[in-house]
């Protein structure tokens, strides 16, 4: 076969022919796939797709939206059914006369064909030579679809075709189904696609390439669902996979028909669903279905003596002899404890829900003796209609329990069949309050839906601490619920009503609210109270509980007495059984070791926490986590490593895995990274994204503002800007109102705000802003740097030149030790350096600015290199210009001092007086801004050469 028509052109076609709109959900990496063999084909190297999945997965749909949109295509669709399977040679058929067809249509003239013999081979060189036709004037497609259906003859009369296509532009597309998990995708088993199709294509001349549709994952089905209409979560998406198992076919059929609420156990299926599987069954023998309806209610998997104990079996193995064989259980005897499984969970609650409603109960009410645990609450309250007051009690007294052991899955669903089994209102509320306090503090369900279940009910004090606990949970919240918490925790305390956790996870929100609100040692007192009774509170209070009382700690006394604090209440609780193994206090550590100066320390314990894979707190450590680690790492210079974790903080950010607001830090410090590499515009695009990120309060939204704007101003070099930014907030800086936030972030804006101070002649304001810089250098040391050279500007805008120089020498001459800030080392050298350019020291000032330089370079400060390679320019190039004022003996005078010469011996040299030499050498100082002969000297070969004249090039 050969393609020599120049009728159809690819190079003509734009590239985007090749972008396959997808309107199925979750296939676009498989119409890649397709499309990518398609131009393979076009360019005349024939391809195949070899389609296979589990019917229901949607192999025919994806062929269609394959060809109908392939560019330049004859398409010819060869459909095969299952009625058709014993007709000889019916695929071939239809492909012969679909490709006459598209021929004709399309003005193609094809080679006349004698009736093929009645044989695979005759008949697959037909379709050869029909293809060859049809190839030089435009590409073909053929699409074998469902080929486990196809006839015999037909497959080996394919399987010719495809040994003999070598070249040509001929793209051809089989479909076959595999026995997939879920007995109701389709009406019948389908045939093994493994022992009929594959055989007939491994042969192939041309590429061959199998594509096997897998199940959708829980993100697709949550796109069916939404494509449909439907209103649905993430929850409800997991619970439609687990029933469809990911099958497309499957999901619809439930979407548009099945109940698939939060509070089921299973699937209510739709009506179709049912009449399938009613069928199936209807020709099982009795004991047979007994033995499935006992393990739909025992729940699959289940231990096999079981299932035959509650089917009232003495001998099971002529029921499991007839469900293995009918593929509706699985059994692996070898196995211990041997178990049986229903393979599909949708096939599970079908069997379920044809059960009558009387033999459903009393299956449940027998199974109940039969296991243990949290399966034997499921069957006695799945036996129970109507109220039980005593079973509701029972069931509230499980969920405490399930609490304390962190089961809070279990927890909840015993708390919601509390409340359907209640017959007093009162306690109807109260279950129904509780669920929702677990729901909103271990964060599994929508903050709206809790907030109108509270309001929803009676006044009193668990409604109070219930929409408390919801409140503290929004921006806006905070005072509310620290009235409501206030308000109902000593009848909680005191009434006995509610069990001691919810008491104690109550105080604990009010804890933390009075942090948000500034109110430490209110925060202490309630953090104390909840430590103090931990027996009686989970682990997950504890843990939160304990990080609100350090932070407050640290709000109230500092990060120092805050460390002391963790590790005395991290050991506390371990001593009392109430953590466990673990590294919950990683992320806490590593904040407090940063505010304390210990930079190499907090980098370690913050790349620990990111190691933890769940935490207690939530995904908001692992955030933290990240912007500690980016923070220890700019002060240490690992500024590659700080914006990794700075991409890492706004990835979790735009995931959705964190609270409200949480984002808006890392943007501050991805604005300030792109500020000082001089990524102006990088910095702007962070800056106008903290002002959309939503759910941050409004202080807290205009201090991360102000101190973004103010790192780019500082970056800048603009002063002004960076004092009026503060002057503008200050109130949020120093008042209760920002809360907690000013320990976190005031390493980084308070030398911002007083270098600003130095350079813009404000010196009272100034020396009281390094008095508060030098208090924090007390405790992070890494800042002591950027306060020396501070106070060293400070001294020589002062006029005091020699107070300058001690400053900054205390400032370069402090051990670069591992926790050194290396920006702060950088501007102190630069800043001395610039102080001995201004004192005439152009010697001692080059070797300082080349120092700052090369530091300044490895860490990618872009705008502070500049500075220093135009204090550097300014070194060589004034004095060279000034230099050219001298007159001829006065760059003799100027020469001779720099070889370190007397103005006696000058005078001996030029033949003149030493009179003379002290004229000339007073016009060289006036002249070059000089005052002594040390600096003269300082100015070197570089300014002035060793004859007097201008300094000699350097060799090249």
């Not at 109940?368 to 006695?380: N, Q, T």
């Amino acid at each position: 076969m050969t393609s020599d028509d120049d009728s159809f052109d690819i190079s003509e076609w734009p590239e985007d022919a090749w972008d396959i709109p997808c309107g199925l959900t979750g296939r676009d990496g498989e119409l890649r796939t397709i499309a990518h063999c398609a131009k393979a084909a076009i360019s005349g190297q024939p391809a195949l797709v070899h389609l296979e999945g589990e019917p229901g997965m949607g192999r025919s749909a994806l062929a269609r939206a394959a060809v109908d949109h392939l560019p330049g295509f004859l398409v010819v669709w060869i459909a095969c059914h299952e009625s058709e399977r014993d007709v000889g040679f019916g695929g071939t058929d239809q492909a012969i006369s679909g490709l006459r067809r598209v021929a004709a249509t399309r003005g193609v003239a094809i080679p006349r064909l004698d009736s093929p013999e009645p044989r695979p081979a005759a008949t697959g060189r037909s379709l050869l030579t029909l293809l060859d036709g049809i190839q030089r004037v435009h590409p073909a497609a053929i699409v074998l679809d469902d080929a486990h259906w196809c006839d015999e003859q037909s497959l080996q009369s394919f399987g010719f075709l495809v040994r003999r296509l070598r070249v040509g532009r001929v793209l051809l597309i089989v479909t076959s189904a595999v026995r997939g998990r879920s007995a109701l995708a389709v009406a019948g088993p389908a045939p093994s696609a493994g022992s009929r199709v594959r055989p007939h294509l491994e042969a192939a001349a041309l590429d061959a390439l199998t594509v096997r549709l897998g199940a959708l994952p829980d993100e697709q089905v949550l796109a069916l669902a939404r494509n449909d209409g439907r209103p649905v979560d993430a929850r409800l998406a997991e619970r439609l996979t687990r029933f469809s198992g990911g099958n497309p076919r499957v999901a619809n059929l439930l979407i548009d028909g099945a109940e698939l609420d939060h509070d089921a156990s299973g699937a209510v299926l739709p009506p179709s669903l049912v009449a399938a599987l009613e069928i199936q069954l209807a020709g099982l023998p009795a004991h047979a279905r007994t033995m499935l309806d006992a393990l739909a209610v025992l729940g699959s998997p289940a231990r096999i003596t079981q299932v035959a104990q509650l089917a009232g079996f003495t001998d099971h193995v002529a029921a499991l002899e007839v469900l293995l064989g009918r593929g509706l259980l699985t059994w692996a005897p070898r196995d211990l404890p041997s178990v049986l499984e229903i393979p599909d969970p949708l096939l599970a609650d079908g069997v379920y829900q044809l059960l009558r409603p009387s033999r459903r109960r009393e299956l449940h009410a027998a199974a109940a003796e039969l296991v243990a645990d949290a399966r034997r609450w499921r069957h006695r309250r799945a036996a129970t209609i109507g109220v039980s007051p005593t079973l509701a009690a029972e069931l509230e007294s499980q969920a405490s329990t399930a609490v304390l052991d962190g089961r809070i899955e279990q927890a909840v669903e015993y708390l919601r069949w509390a409340a359907d089994l209640s017959s007093a209102k009162e306690d109807h509320q109260r279950a129904v309050l509780t669920g929702a306090v677990l729901d909103v503090w271990w964060e599994r369900g929508s903050l709206d839906e809790a907030e109108r279940t509270v309001r929803g009910t009676d006044p009193g004090p668990v409604r109070d601490a219930a929409l408390g606990v919801v409140l503290a949970r929004r921006p806006d919240g905070p005072a509310e619920a620290d009235a409501l918490l206030r308000g109902c925790l000593p009848a909680l305390v005191e009434g006995g009503v509610v069990p001691g956790w919810l008491a104690l996870l109550t105080a604990s929100a009010l804890a933390r609210v009075q942090l948000l609100l500034g109110r430490a040692d209110e925060a202490v007192r309630h953090a104390r109270f909840v430590l103090d009774h931990a027996d009686q509170a989970d682990r997950t209070v504890l843990v939160r509980t304990a990080r609100t009382l350090v932070f407050a700690v640290l709000h109230r006394d500092g990060p120092g007495t805050a460390l002391a604090v963790l590790e005395h209440t991290d050991a506390e609780l371990r001593g009392a059984g109430g953590l466990g193994a673990g590294r919950v206090f990683d992320f806490d550590r590593a904040t407090l070791l940063l505010l304390n100066g210990k930079l190499t320390e907090a980098a370690v314990r913050a790349e620990a926490a990111l190691e933890v894979t769940t935490h207690p707190a939530g995904d908001t450590v692992h955030h933290g986590a990240t912007l500690v680690l980016a923070e220890a790492q700019f002060r240490l210079g690992g500024w590659a490593r700080a914006s990794e974790a700075v991409e890492t903080a706004l990835r979790m950010d735009r995931d959705g895995s964190l609270p409200t607001g949480a984002g808006a830090a890392a943007l501050v410090q991805a604005a300030r990274l792109a500020a000082v590499c001089g990524r102006w515009k990088r910095a702007a695009h962070h800056i106008g994204r903290i002002e959309q990120v939503p759910g941050v309060r409004r202080e807290h939204r205009l201090m991360y503002l102000t101190i973004a704007r103010a790192a780019v101003a500082g970056a800048r070099g603009d002063h002004a800007l960076v004092i009026a930014l503060f002057a503008e907030t200050a109130h949020l800086f120093t008042g209760e109102s920002a809360g907690r936030l000013p320990w976190v972030v005031e390493q980084s804006w308070r030398p911002l705000l007083a270098e600003a101070l130095v350079e813009a002649a404000a010196p009272e304001s100034a020396q009281a802003e390094l008095v508060r810089l030098g208090r924090l250098a007390e405790q992070a040391g890494y800042l002591r740097t950027t306060q020396l050279w501070l106070a060293g500007r400070l001294a020589e805008r002062a006029g005091d030149p020699q107070r300058a120089r001690w400053f900054f020498e205390q400032a370069i001459t402090r051990p670069a030790d591992h926790d050194s800030d290396a920006l702060g080392r950088a501007q102190a050298e630069l800043a001395y350096g610039l102080l001995r350019h201004r004192r005439g020291e152009g010697r001692a000032a080059s070797v300082w600015l080349r120092r700052a330089r090369q530091r300044l370079v490895r860490l990618d400060a872009a705008p502070f290199v500049e500075r220093c390679d135009q204090a550097l320019a300014a070194i060589t190039e004034a004095p060279l210009l000034r230099f050219a004022e001298l007159t001829e003996r006065e760059r003799q005078v100027a020469a001779l001092v720099n070889e370190n010469l007397t103005n006696n011996q000058i005078a001996a040299t030029l033949f003149v007086s030493e009179k003379t030499v002290e004229y000339h050498l007073g016009k060289v100082f006036a002249k070059l801004g000089i005052s002594s002969r040390r600096q003269l000297r300082g100015m070197g070969p570089a300014v002035i050469g060793p004859d007097g004249g201008p300094p000699r090039p350097p060799p090249p």
